[in-house]
């Protein structure tokens, strides 16, 4: 009862989690190597918000298409999100929760 496959829940919880840490630590090891900067940003709410006018919604969102209720932007939700990413590297904040208070009504012009 329970168990999925050999261990438990938590233990596959735990293995999926010590491997996806491992994975970011090589990835780390190896852009160190290259001289390449990482820089580990909060994917909050990144593939709901439009990277073309800045609108906030979970309904932009329909599994892996985006579509701005806004603006009528269309794009693939992961490509949005990555945007809005690159976007978050730009203004130097860690995430969108931390340019909330500098948004204008959920917007930002970029």
Request: net charge positive.
């Amino acid at each position: 009862m329970n168990k999925r496959g050999r261990f438990s829940r938590g233990v596959n919880r735990l293995l999926s989690f010590w491997h996806y840490a491992r994975v970011g630590n090589r990835l780390e090891q190896i852009c160190e190597e290259l001289g390449i900067s990482v820089y580990r940003k909060d994917p909050w709410k990144t593939s709901q918000r439009c990277p073309e006018c800045g609108n906030i919604d979970r309904r932009n969102r329909r599994g892996a298409n985006f579509l701005c209720l806004r603006c009528g932007h269309v794009d693939n939700a992961d490509h949005a999100g990555a945007k809005n990413l690159e976007f978050l590297g730009l203004t130097g904040e860690y995430s969108l929760r931390s340019l909330s208070g500098k948004l204008n009504g959920g917007s930002v012009n970029e």
